[in-house]
């Protein structure tokens, strides 16, 4: 028996291996040899061409750190790591290494490995690589951080390669990216592969979907001459070959400048070629041998069902894998239908919510069954259809764009509204319909113009009684009546329903009926308004009315009977309420919210300042930022964010805006919104026309203020629905809870309502916290996930050019509410952790309504996603504050106390003192 083999064998009789062969691991052993040694040992047993070799356990590594007995001290000091403090992580990472390599490594393990190097051939060379647990996950990738070592000759060169491996775990950047990431520093170990070594003409990487498009149907290929360490180290200008994974088409061909090629030393270790010109500039892989790599490439991505990074060679004609791991950085993709083969366009859900966060399955659940669009004739038994033209993929939603842009009317219409809200999307949108694999789809799966107009004729039919004959005056007391009558009747409904499965089922049909009755009943109030704006500023400027654009872009500003500006200035009355008092201001900066609203009692000015918090939280207790998601608490259950904004528009030690500003500032634009309409009208009284013109204007410009201010009606119905909805949900995981199916209440958030429902009526309530815990570590990792904006059902994500109209430096964005402004930068990422001080500039990943209580406080606006007609864009111009958005990664590339300029008119941010972008 060989050595290898009876190491293994003596410690299945109750020992942990020191060494496991290859053929001997699988994926259940990652355990024991890590992600590396775990894939090789996979694919090896699966039949795939890998070098022999063996991997050093983590029992082996647990055995060489038990001889340090400092090395607990520094442990801790790892732990108290926050992940941002790089000079600490250093100073710790550095004591670490010199400890660790001083150690001696055990006998036991020394002959362990000795004596599985010697089985497999001591006069072969070998790669000696690091193997830790945390490390080429589905879901985050630790790959490089730890060492390498090539072409190890010799006992003495082994045991050292493999001592130096160990420490590797300890690098500056692998102590840190733990320390950021949430991983253990204890709970991560480290297995060493030992893999003979491959002599390579050529080498590269294969990625089985292309990493920079996204596409899965697209293999791209980089390849060099040599050891692949030149390829991966970026000392080369690699080939790049691009094939169609399911035709073998050679799709693109760019043959890079390979300026060297790292080969092996007879005795040892590694040096570097200088190539010849006409080698250096020649194909490294022809056609014939392209194929052959890809077929193995999409033969792997099967074994392991989802898209694969894979590093190979060829030596002497011979094809070898030598590394694979899943592609962590594409996006999830919806789920097709089973047999739909054709090509999907999906557009984010969340980009128009501006709200991008991943959200748990009842809430995806919730907008499915919300949205009116795309849904079968009926359920299944008692249960609402699900609209299918709403996705999911990664725990957020995406709405399914085929059948309308299949239809050559539809495209134009789908494509001139959203390139109205984002000016960019109308590019992105072509670039998908006009591939040629949606274009062979479209003559099936497009919506019908009947089926379009059954659902569109009702709507416009309201919408042009309300341009031509309706009172402007009435739209909003038909808005805000249909909306009381709505909840009142939801309200009823539930109430009627008994606690538990009868009431959710109840609340499943309410979401179901909401969304389709308040298309008709609000929508057509709302559109009037936009549709006269536009028709005015058509007229005007054709000649047909008169009026400057200025007096037309200030008809946006300070609208009346917008419930989410009403919401933000009673926080402005708020922070009036304490402002006198400091005593009270101190108390709500120094304490927790909740804390502080149960001591104000007792402070001065505290009484009537809850008098006016429990007002504000009766009309608007039920939003909070991400309020689109259920799951998500609203003011009343967490005022942080609330509490966050009043402090910030006291400012520090009283030097915010003085009392009633924010009132004052919302009703000078309305009276300049009213000027600028007068103005219009005026300029319109001119010729034999002038009359009708005027009185044409008139009509106009009543409408679009009217109609615009009631933009956010909607979304405030569906929010006070949702939190209806949302007692029945918490009062259902109450129920689970008692019964021992769930561990916590809000753990209700992770289950479908059927489940919930099953578990409910089941005479013996299910176990569902394994399941619970399973779907919480899904949207841990989707969390981390930053969604597309659009995308295809391949998996393509369109890129855009990039603009050429800026300065040195500058960031771009969208232009969303004209005006310059240089201030101070406050990057807020949690509006109840942050706080934003009056006349600073916010720096946002996204704005709903639940932020915008900051919109009183702040000089100017900068988001990372949204577009001109999406929630911050609007609330920007109509507060008169310049806006940005859409402004990528604009957090991470902007810092708190920058000062910056915000130019809202031309779309750019400039970053001005404090440090580049």
Known sequence: MSAVKSLHLSASAGTEPLILPFERISAADLPRVGGKGANLGEMARAGFPVPPGFCVTT????????????????????DALDGKDVEAARRVAESTRALLGRAPIPPAVADAVLAAWRDLGTEATWAVRSSATAEDLPDASFAGQQDTYLNIRGAEALLDAVRRCWVSLFTDRAVLYRARSGFGHRGVKLSVVVQRMVLPEVSGILFTADPITGRRGTVSIDAGFGLGEALVSGLINADLYKVDKATGEILEVQVGDKALAIRPRPEGGTWEERLPEATRRARAMDDAALRELVAMGVRIETHYGKPQDIEWCIEAGRLYVVQARPITSLYPLPELAPGDEGLHVYLSFGHFQMMTDAMPPLSLQVWRLMFPLGRASSGTGDAPAESRT????????????????????????????????????????????????????????????????????PIIRRLLARLFASDPSQLRPWVEDFSESQLTQI??????????????????????????????????????????????????RRGLLGGTEDDLSALDRGLPGNVTTEMDLAVGDLTDRVRPHPALAA????????????????????????EAWRAFIERYGMRGPGEIDVSRPRYKNEPASLI?????????????RSAGEHRA??????????????RLI???????????????ARRLVRLARAGMGLREHPKFLLVRVLDLVRDSVLEAGALLVQRGALGKVDDVYLFRFEELIAALESSQAPDLRPLAEERRAT????????????????GEIPSLAAREDLPPGALSGTAASAGVVEGLARVVLDPAQEVLHAGEILVAPHTDPGWTPLFVHASGLVTEVGGLMTHGSVVAREYGIPAVVSVSSATQRIRTGQRIRVDGTRGFVEILEGGGA
Request: aromatic fraction near 4%; charged fraction near 20%.
């Open 59 to 78: 029992a082996a590594f647990d055995a060489f750190l038990a001889g340090s007995e400092e090395l607990q001290s520094l442990y801790a000091e790892m």
């Open 390 to 457: 709403m996705a999911i993929a990664g725990s957020r939603l995406f709405l399914d764009l085929t059948p309308a842009l299949r239809h050559p009317l539809l495209r134009r219409v789908v494509r001139g509204v959203l390139g109205h809200i984002y000016e960019d999307l109308s590019r992105g949108l072509e670039t998908l319909a006009g591939r040629p694999a949606f274009q062979r789809g479209a003559s099936g799966g497009r919506v019908s113009m009947r089926s379009a107009g059954r659902f569109a004729f």
């Open 491 to 540: 309200r009823a409904r539930l109430a009627a329903a008994t606690p538990g499965a009868a009431r959710l089922r109840e609340a499943r049909r309410v979401l179901s009926e909401i969304l389709a009755r308040a298309f008709l009943g609000l929508i057509p109030n709302i559109m009037v308004g936009l549709l006269a704006n536009n028709l005015l500023k058509k007229l005007s």
């Open 587 to 610: 108390l709500l900066r120094s304490r927790p919210a909740t804390e502080a609203l149960a001591a104000a009692h007792d402070v001065e000015g505290g009484p009537a300042f809850l």
């Open 644 to 656: 966050a904004a009043i402090v910030g528009g006291i400012g520090p030690a009283g030097a915010g």
């Open 665 to 678: 500032h919302h009703a000078a634009l309305a009276a300049k919104a009213e000027a600028a309409g007068e």
């Open 682 to 696: 005026a300029a319109s009284r001119r010729g034999l026309t002038g009359g009708m013109r005027a009185r044409l």
């Open 779 to 794: 949207l841990r990792r989707d969390a981390k996930r930053s969604p597309p904006f659009v995308m295809a059902s391949d």
